[in-house]
């Protein structure tokens, strides 16, 4: 089992930053990929970042150049630096992660993110 926790978000101007984290319960080595998804009102849910083990990236068409997906071994942490940001950015942000044993794949609980002046 994995508990991820997600911490972060909140209310910024559009063309302001924020950094959201998300810490998992078990070694980030035991992981084989954590990354980001987010889910406005009346939308999918939606890749954003991703980050394996080996530190291959996957970053959404619509945040490249603005968003970057990072992790801190030590602190089994995975972050999301978010700049530039845009009121169709606004949705909740989901932590993922992936075992790498099993391959199942858990879920935080989701940070608000508002965009808006």
């Not at 089994?76 to 199942?104: F, H, I, Q």
């Amino acid at each position: 089992q994995v508990q991820l926790v997600e911490s972060g978000g909140g209310s910024v101007q559009p063309g302001g930053s924020l950094r959201l984290s998300c810490v998992s319960s078990r070694s980030i080595f035991a992981l084989n990929s954590m990354g980001w998804y987010r889910q406005a009102p009346g939308n999918q849910r939606e890749l954003v970042a991703t980050i394996t083990k080996s530190d291959d990236t996957d970053v959404a068409d619509s945040v490249k150049g603005r968003f970057t997906v990072s992790r801190d071994n030590a602190k089994n942490t995975v972050y999301l630096e978010m700049n530039g940001l845009k009121p169709e950015d606004t949705a909740v942000y989901y932590c993922k992660a992936v075992s790498l044993s099993t391959w199942r794949t858990y879920w935080g609980q989701g940070t608000q993110v508002t965009v808006s002046s």
